[in-house]
């Protein structure tokens, strides 16, 4: 019997928690984005104080670009997949958490918000996916 030389790719879980599901898309878009080339600066960073908001990843890119990135996983594309759950409303509580972020730093780096997608297709980076105005 023969056995593949390759393995599959990997996608998250369709089973488990919320929580679950949400832990395997980060690390598969994570390991996406540092084969890229980028450089993981922080995971999980929730804002203080009501309105808050949370980011999934922040990255560095090797020109000193700061990206926050939103990653989203969908077990079908049905309604619009993945990229269709990045409302106006999810992205101003990015923003927010990402004005929070910039603010603790001595000096304000240039940024983007990307949006990373992991779906059973595979996983596919929207670079500058979403401004802050």
């Known amino acids: 019997m023969d056995i593949?030389?390759?393995k599959p790719p990997r996608s998250p879980p369709k089973t488990g928690t919320t929580?679950?599901?949400g832990?395997?898309?980060e690390d598969e878009a994570l390991r996406h984005l540092q084969k890229q080339g980028l450089r993981l600066l922080q995971r999980n960073y929730r804002s203080p104080g009501r309105g808050?908001?949370?980011?999934?990843?922040?990255?560095?890119?090797?020109?000193?670009?700061?990206?926050?990135v939103e990653v989203r996983s969908r077990a079908s594309s049905?309604?619009?997949?993945?990229?269709?759950s990045v409302s106006f409303f999810k992205q101003r509580h990015?923003?927010?958490a990402a004005r929070h972020y910039l603010s603790r730093l001595q000096r304000t780096p240039p940024c983007?918000?990307?949006?990373?997608l992991v779906e059973?297709?595979?996983?596919?980076?929207l670079k500058a996916a979403f401004d802050a105005s």
Do not use: C, N, Y
């Open 4 to 6: 593949p030389s390759t």
């Open 19 to 21: 929580k679950q599901v």
């Open 23 to 25: 832990d395997a898309a």
């Open 52 to 68: 808050g908001g949370e980011i999934d990843l922040i990255m560095a890119t090797p020109d000193g670009t700061t990206v926050f």
């Open 78 to 84: 049905g309604h619009g997949g993945a990229a269709a």
């Open 94 to 96: 990015i923003v927010f």
């Open 112 to 116: 983007r918000f990307d949006v990373v």
């Open 120 to 125: 059973p297709a595979g996983v596919q980076w």
